[in-house]
């Protein structure tokens, strides 16, 4: 495989499509598409998400200390596109696409249209020049009913996850399963 050298730039993915929602001091909730986010620990359960400082959602999760990281279904990619341009200082971006939120027993909005919420508390930020590694204790995950088997496994297919492709400035789907995690790999084992 013959490779070509791009540089220093943020081309890599897949990145998951995630909805941002935090509150403001008035209780004003707001939405941010972000695709720099994921677990980054399992002890302490610890999720994390790469902002801009200027962003209303830097500013809320902030002064609030409460926010959710929302899986956006590939149904729901428009929305979430638009979650990325629209500022959430100049309007409502849920009311403008008609997405709703419910709200978690520590008060963390968790977007009702996802079928996979994580309930964060922050922690700490990582300053990463204009940008802040947000760190956010996992204090609950939430997930549609209808993405649960009978055996209480998680059905891939009914989260239907949307993917962001950084450089190339695109969305995809997943597709399809390709071979089970910490059993695939075995076939290598001496």
Known sequence: MKKRQLGPCVTFFPQP???VATLDQQGQTNL???????IVSKTPPTMAVSLHQSRKTFENISETGVFSINMVPAS???EADFCGIASGQKMDKAATLGLHFE???QGVPLLAESPLSVECRFERFVEL??????LGEILDIHVDEAALR???SLDVEVFDPLVYLGGVKEYWSLGSKQADAYRAGLQFAK
Do not use: F
Not at 32 to 38: D, Y
């Open 150 to 152: 009978e055996d209480g």
């Open 129 to 134: 020049g204009d940008y802040r590694l947000v």
């Open 32 to 38: 941010m598409m972000a695709s720099w986010a994921g």
């Open 103 to 105: 709200n978690s027993a």
């Open 17 to 19: 499509a995630t909805l």
């Open 76 to 78: 729901l990619a428009a």
